[in-house]
């Protein structure tokens, strides 16, 4: 499991990196996605749990008008 100093470490250490070519970052986000099936995040139980409320609140922030 990532623990945030890790996580924190990981992030500066990108950032130290500057732009990451196509195969390192599937890689990472490979890996990630490791941690997250690991974690049991993935594979979604419910893949529509929420789905309401995103609706809601896009419908809302669509209503505002532009010049507000």
Partial sequence: MIRDDEFQEFE???LRIGKLDLK???KILEALYKEAV????FPLRDSLEGLDVDIRVAKVVNSVSKNT
């Fill in 38 to 41: 690991a974690l049991g995040v």
């Fill in 24 to 26: 390192k970052k599937f």
């Fill in 12 to 14: 500066i250490e990108l």
